[in-house]
DNA sequence: GTATATGCAAAGGTTTTGCACAGCC
DNA sequence: GGCTGTGCAAAACCTTTGCATATAC
């Protein structure tokens, strides 16, 4: 499945005129695959341990070509920037601060909490943006009981 | 009213059996007017601009003891972590990705968002640790105008 | 006097950029 | 063949850290 996400995705590309390099070849196929969100670095590493001496500047430049195209996003979690693909919007990213746990918040959930923002200020939240911290039901329980 | 607050700051910290110096007094000061938000590297010209020859590790390692002290805590925004008065909690910023501009839900709305999230998550969230990026109502409107 | 805070310099990590060369179309 | 993409190296940031010195208490 994700094979053919990639297909789509260099699809497009090469509508925009850009070209398809080996290693904008690996790079679209690894985080196409990737599930959730990826941040730059680790990306590297995966990228270039199937092909070996991919640049770091080059993971840079094709994450924001592919950013700008649409097929990429960006969101901010406590450890920097990470990137997840733009049709997994809607994920509302729920980051335990204590052990560090993630969660997604449901679409519905998502939504309602999209329309309160809204009701009050005429803000359009884009809440995948940013991360929500806090402290999941575990670590409640542990802190409550220790 | 902020040098009241810079005062009793620095009983604070007295009491923690911390030093007062020069560097500190300036940096408390500075850090208790600012009302919102501000970088390590924004307060490091101002602080500069006051005394000058501070270095900026002291402003780093002052932040992090005012932290531990529980008088900041920072969040982050799209450029980067910020600083904020602790007892300045509650607010939850909405960050505008088009204009720029800045907006704080109020206490109110920040808890119906929270127990929105709470009640079906048993996620306790901190919605003051990450911003909320979005469109606010001014650029929705240029927007659809355009 | 002693423990702590500071300045300085260096290192660390991430991201960006200029440039010459390679390679896609 | 021409233009785009890549690697390399350097730079630009931001932040942290080790160490000698200065200083608050």
Redesign the pocket.
């Given at each position: 499945m994700s094979e053919q996400l990639a297909e789509g995705v260099i699809e497009l590309l090469?509508q925009r005129?850009?070209?398809?390099?080996?290693?904008?070849r690996v790079i679209v196929s690894e985080i196409m695959r990737t599930q959730g969100h990826i941040?730059?670095?680790a990306l590297a590493r995966r990228v270039q341990g199937e092909l070996p001496?991919?640049?770091?500047?080059?993971i840079?430049?094709?994450l924001?070509?592919l950013e700008e195209a649409g097929v990429l996003a960006h969101a901010h979690l406590e450890g920097?920037?990470e990137y997840h693909r733009a049709e997994d919007a809607g994920h509302v990213h729920l980051a335990c601060s204590r052990c560090g746990a993630e969660d997604d918040l449901s679409l519905d959930e998502a939504d309602a909490l999209q329309q309160l923002i809204e009701q009050h200020h005429g803000f359009l939240p884009d809440l995948t943006h940013f991360a929500i911290s806090g402290l999941c039901a575990e670590c409640r329980r542990e802190l409550s009981a220790g």
């Amino acid at each position: 499945m994700s094979e053919q996400l990639a297909e789509g995705v260099i699809e497009l590309l090469r509508q925009r005129g850009l070209r398809m390099t080996p290693q904008r070849r690996v790079i679209v196929s690894e985080i196409m695959r990737t599930q959730g969100h990826i941040s730059p670095t680790a990306l590297a590493r995966r990228v270039q341990g199937e092909l070996p001496g991919v640049n770091a500047s080059t993971i840079y430049r094709t994450l924001s070509v592919l950013e700008e195209a649409g097929v990429l996003a960006h969101a901010h979690l406590e450890g920097g920037a990470e990137y997840h693909r733009a049709e997994d919007a809607g994920h509302v990213h729920l980051a335990c601060s204590r052990c560090g746990a993630e969660d997604d918040l449901s679409l519905d959930e998502a939504d309602a909490l999209q329309q309160l923002i809204e009701q009050h200020h005429g803000f359009l939240p884009d809440l995948t943006h940013f991360a929500i911290s806090g402290l999941c039901a575990e670590c409640r329980r542990e802190l409550s009981a220790g």
